[in-house]
């Protein structure tokens, strides 16, 4: 079985909300895989939620087609030092 470790990582950036594959516990060779305008996540909190939702089956199907297995994930909390308290 392979094991990835990876995370889909979520950050407020400048005008965007930007959505990433990176590793566990940084940021380091993050790959961008979609954005969203700021405004439109803080407007429609649904839409934001529907995307977040849609980027994490996406990252699912992609992974589990590299590893030629099912990929599960669990959702938690961005580790402190990446929280900006308003993605």
């Excluded at 305008?37 to 803080?42: D, I, K, N, V």
């Excluded at 529907?50 to 087609?65: F, N, P, T």
Aim: glycine share 6%; with cysteine.
């Amino acid at each position: 079985m392979t094991s990835l470790d990876c995370r889909l990582a979520i950050r407020a950036e400048g005008t965007q909300v930007n959505a990433y594959i990176a590793p566990l516990k940084t940021m380091d060779g993050a790959i961008l895989i979609g954005s969203l305008l700021r405004s439109a996540a803080q407007d429609d909190p649904q839409l934001f939620d529907d995307w977040k939702e849609a980027l994490c089956l996406w990252q699912q199907r992609l992974l589990s087609g590299i590893v030629g297995s099912e990929v599960t994930s669990t959702t938690r909390p961005a580790p402190e030092h990446e929280r900006t308290g308003d993605a």
